[in-house]
């Protein structure tokens, strides 16, 4: 039985998920009588780290990876004497083909690094990307996620070892993840405000890359985008479009604090279409 006296968790998170993740792990701690420690990877030097006896890291899956942000914080880290890591992944579809292999290149850093990664495991969540789940379902995942994170913890403190097993595709994929964190850049330079931008200036405060300044009252775009959708989802007035792939940004836009504050029923997938549709697979196997 593990008793680790020191635990860090270090989180990043494009419009929210992930963060509600992290912060539904540091409760499940307290419950348990564990204190922990929790940091946010934008605004946090990793040089600085205080070496903790565990240290847990949140993360989205971008372009079939961990984002870049939380990529580059660990290749940041000082060197360690065997840490403990777990690593949990945050994704809207769940461990299956191309998520598999997202983790790879975050362990292999941290393992050059002296860290002993002893944990893996994929976290779902309403997705903000490309495909709304619908409402039942999202309301379903955030209903779900004490009891994952307390499997996760309990996994832990007992020494059960469990990692992603990924696919030789999806290991490819994710090599090419890297030239998406690059083409993620593409994405953010195309992303335009309309007439209905207020200048408030909102945009250009939350970004977590620093991509977006205001010139002459008016947001303008540079190439470092990550691809976080926080920018878009965040504008009060709805004023911001990208001109290429358009069709990641959810219709409706993508609310999570409104959607936590809805009813949950109690829904059984089972009981619609929704295992029928391939895309959504990993959701509903995660939900089983």
């Given at each position: 039985?593990?008793?680790?006296?020191?635990?860090t968790l270090a989180y990043f998170s494009g419009t929210g998920c992930t963060?509600?993740?992290?912060?539904?792990?540091?409760?499940?701690?307290?419950?348990?009588?564990?204190?922990?420690?929790?940091?946010?990877?934008?605004?946090?030097?990793?040089?600085?780290?205080?070496?903790?006896?565990?240290?847990?890291?949140?993360?989205?899956?971008?372009?079939?990876?961990?984002?870049?942000?939380?990529?580059?914080?660990?290749?940041?880290?000082?060197?360690?004497?065997?840490?403990?890591?777990?690593?949990?992944?945050?994704?809207?579809g769940g461990d299956i083909s191309p998520n598999t292999a997202c983790t790879?290149?975050?362990?292999?850093?941290?393992?050059?690094?002296?860290?002993?990664?002893?944990?893996?495991?994929?976290?779902?969540?309403?997705?903000?990307?490309?495909?709304?789940?619908?409402?039942?379902?999202?309301?379903?995942?955030?209903?779900?996620?004490?009891?994952?994170?307390?499997?996760?913890?309990?996994?832990?403190?007992?020494?059960?070892?469990?990692?992603?097993?990924?696919?030789?595709?999806?290991?490819?994929?994710?090599?090419?993840?890297?030239?998406?964190?690059?083409?993620?850049?593409?994405?953010?330079?195309?992303?335009?405000?309309?007439?209905?931008?207020?200048?408030?200036?909102?945009?250009?405060?939350?970004?977590?890359?620093?991509?977006?300044?205001?010139?002459?009252?008016?947001?303008?775009?540079?190439?470092?985008?990550?691809?976080?959708?926080?920018?878009?989802?965040?504008?009060?007035?709805?004023?911001?479009?990208?001109?290429?792939?358009?069709?990641v940004v959810l219709k409706d836009g993508f609310h999570l604090q409104e959607?936590?504050?809805?009813?949950?029923?109690?829904?059984?997938?089972?009981?619609?279409?929704?295992?029928?549709?391939?895309?959504?697979?990993?959701?509903?196997?995660?939900?089983?």
């Open positions: 039985m593990l008793k680790p006296k020191k635990i963060k509600e993740v992290c912060l539904c792990f540091a409760q499940e701690l307290t419950k348990k009588g564990l204190e922990s420690k929790t940091i946010n990877l934008e605004s946090h030097d990793p040089e600085k780290l205080k070496q903790p006896d565990l240290l847990v890291i949140f993360s989205p899956v971008y372009a079939f990876r961990l984002a870049s942000i939380t990529e580059k914080w660990v290749k940041g880290l000082p060197k360690s004497n065997r840490t403990m890591v777990a690593v949990v992944p945050v994704s809207g790879i290149a975050c362990r292999r850093i941290l393992k050059k690094k002296g860290y002993h990664v002893i944990y893996e495991r994929m976290i779902v969540m309403p997705s903000n990307f490309g495909v709304d789940a619908g409402r039942e379902i999202n309301l379903q995942l955030l209903h779900r996620l004490p009891e994952k994170t307390k499997e996760m913890i309990e996994d832990i403190l007992t020494g059960e070892h469990h990692f992603l097993l990924a696919k030789s595709r999806d290991r490819f994929l994710a090599m090419l993840g890297k030239g998406e964190h690059l083409g993620a850049g593409l994405f953010g330079a195309s992303i335009q405000p309309s007439a209905k931008c207020t200048h408030c200036g909102l945009c250009s405060q939350k970004c977590p890359a620093c991509n977006i300044k205001m010139k002459r009252g008016m947001p303008r775009f540079g190439f470092r985008c990550i691809w976080c959708l926080r920018c878009i989802y965040a504008c009060p007035v709805h004023a911001l479009k990208p001109r290429i792939l358009s069709s959607l936590k504050k809805q009813d949950y029923k109690n829904f059984d997938p089972d009981q619609t279409n929704f295992n029928q549709n391939r895309a959504w697979k990993g959701v509903s196997e995660y939900l089983k």
